[in-house]
C-alpha cells in the first residue's frame, strides 16, 4: 500500500510518519502532485497557523489538488480545520471540504489552548472508529475548532461540544492526534489504512 503524507508549511508531520511505522506502514513525506495523486491514502496531518499554510498550500497548488483526491483522505489538527470552509484563525477561507466555520475557544474559565487527554465520543457509525470503544481518550494540542455539525462523526467536550471527527465522502478528519494517543490512536490510524 502507498500512503502519502502531505508536506506543507505545518509542524508535527514527522511524527505522524513515526506513528505509521509503528504500526508498519510506511509512508512519502511529499508535495508532489503525482505521488500524492498514486497514492492509496493520503493523510493531511499538522500544527501551525491557518492563513500561514493556507498562502503555502496555495501557492504550491495543494488547495485544488487535496479537494480533487479521490482515495481516502485523512486530516489531521490542522488538516481538520484546513479542509473547513473558514477559519478565525487569520480570518482565511479555507478548503471547503467541509462546511464548516473554524473558530476561536472562548473561555474565563478553562484555558485556551485545549492541550491534553480528553474523552471521544463516536456519534455515529464510522469505520475509523471501529474498535475504539466511547469515552476513549485521545490527545489533543488546539485553540481553534469546528462546531458539530453534520458530517459531525465523533464529538469532546471542552468549553463546548466540537467536532473532534469529521466524515465526508473520501475524506476524513480528526481534531486530535492519533499519533500521540497510544493505542486508541494507534487503532484508529490502522482502520484509516483499513478503509
Known sequence: MKVAIV????????????????IGCSAV?????ELLRAADKVIFPGVGEASTSMRYLR????????????QPVLGVCIGLQLMCRHSEEGNVACLGIFDEQVKR???????VPHMGWNTLQPEKDSPLFAGVPKDAYVYYVHSYYAAVGEHTVATTDYV?????????????????HPEKSAAVGERILQNFLNL
Request: charged share 25%.
Open 7 to 22: 508536506k506543507y508549511n505545518a509542524g508535527n508531520i514527522f511524527s505522524v510518519e513515526y506513528a505509521l511505522k509503528r
Open 59 to 70: 501557492r504550491h497548488g495543494l488547495d485544488t489538488l487535496i479537494g480533487s483526491l479521490k
Open 160 to 176: 463546548q461540544p466540537f467536532s473532534a471527527a469529521l466524515h465526508k465522502d473520501n475524506f476524513y478528519a480528526l481534531q486530535f
Open 105 to 111: 475557544f472562548r473561555s474565563a474559565v478553562l484555558k
Open 29 to 33: 513525506v511529499t508535495d508532489d502532485h
